[in-house]
């Protein structure tokens, strides 16, 4: 939803042009930035005028038809909206990924995909600390940065240790930057962690980088194995586990929490199904996943993950029961308001959905 109207008058001032904060939009690919052999930074513009406001961490989806097929995929956001006029995001080609493979291959200047978002409670503005400490490997750098970025542009206060772990000097995602924000910022101090320099990480060498580690408010992103041992080594310093925020964003972990989502079918009639700005009412069986009855009617619904992961399917109920077996990207407020997760709720009574 754009909060003004938009205009395609190309005078406009830039800054003079309305503020994106939720919906699905076409998005102008201007630059692509080659960082490391597999990882490159797509640098965005709206196609119709517009500034980009997200919470630093979140992420938005892009949509693209691959086959015949509209394939969704949610990657982090890695800038920051205090650069409001262009959004990066930072992605590796995954081998045999279909949608990183269709972007390295053909997302160049000038080409156009459409994105939807941004959703996420991985982020800096809900779950906000001054004493941080971010902590990523490889790609999951993304939304750690999009946080430092957005923390050093406002001026907070905030004092940022900054732990990234890579393969090797040449898999460092942001080298440059990393290093000149460390020299110009006082409370900004990172260190590297590089396999073939330093081995793994481990409890010891991470309390002689981070000697506060408890004073400390500790987000990370990166693989399952990475976040399980770094999670492992928190608990085993006694670490307070309630300041320790985590992204996940690896298939085998979402399938892990997508088999943990799956809500039990049940037996009985079943239930109608009103989609409340189409007025179409829909007869659903009660094992029916919700976003499925939405699909099929053509409302604009997006299943990107189908995991309860994303957050990207997230409708609202204005009257009856569902049974969800994820609500884990909603926030205690959207709870309240009646939002769930629709690849992952089954309706347990006649429903009327906000959409
Ligand atoms: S599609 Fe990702 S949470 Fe439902």
């Known amino acids: 939803m ?9 005078s406009l001032d830039w800054a003079q042009a309305p503020l994106w904060e939720k919906g699905t939009v076409e998005l102008i690919c201007q630059q692509v930035i080659r960082e490391t052999a597999d990882i490159s930074t797509f ?14 961490g979140q992420f938005i989806t892009l949509m693209q038809e691959l086959d015949g097929e509209m394939v969704y995929r949610s990657y982090t956001i890695s800038s920051s909206p205090s650069r409001p006029y262009t959004l990066n995001l930072t992605i590796q080609r995954v ?25 996420g409670v991985f982020n800096i503005i809900d779950k906000p600390a001054t004493n941080v400490l971010f902590m990523s490997a490889s790609c999951g750098i993304t939304p750690v940065m999009s946080m430092s970025r957005w923390l050093l542009d406002t001026c907070t206060d905030a004092d940022i240790r900054f732990i990234h772990s890579a ?4 898999d460092i995602v942001y080298r440059r930057e990393l290093e000149m924000l460390d020299e110009q910022h006082a409370f900004f101090n990172h260190s590297t962690v590089l396999d073939d320099r330093d081995g793994w990480l481990n409890l010891e060498k991470l309390q002689q980088l981070v000697p506060d580690l408890h004073s400390r408010t500790l987000y990370i992103c990166g693989s399952p194995v990475y976040i399980e041992a770094v999670r492992e080594m928190a608990k085993s310093a006694g670490f307070n ?30 239930f109608e199904v009103a989609l409340d700005k189409s007025g179409v009412v829909v007869t659903v069986d009660p094992n029916e996943l919700l976003v499925d009855t939405l699909m099929a009617q053509k ?18 109920i204005i009257d009856g029961e569902v049974e969800s077996g994820s609500q884990m990207t909603l926030t205690p407020q959207e709870i309240e308001q009646g939002y769930v997760l629709s690849c992952c709720s089954r309706p347990r009574s006649d429903l009327r959905v906000d959409i």
């Open 2 to 10: 754009l909060i003004s109207e938009p205009t395609n008058n190309e």
């Open 43 to 56: 640098v965005f513009q709206m196609k119709e005028k517009a500034r980009f406001n997200f919470k630093p």
């Open 95 to 119: 081998e045999g990924g279909r949608m990183s493979g269709w972007l390295f291959d053909h997302l160049k200047p000038g080409a156009t995909i459409k994105a939807t978002g941004p959703d």
């Open 167 to 170: 393969r090797s000097e040449a």
């Open 241 to 270: 586990m309630d300041n320790f925020h985590h992204e996940i964003f690896n298939d085998a972990m979402i399938k892990e929490i997508a088999d943990r989502s799956e809500v039990p079918e049940v037996s009985g009639e079943g």
């Open 299 to 316: 409302a604009p619904v997006v299943a990107a993950c189908r995991a309860g992961v994303c957050g990207a399917c997230k409708v609202k």
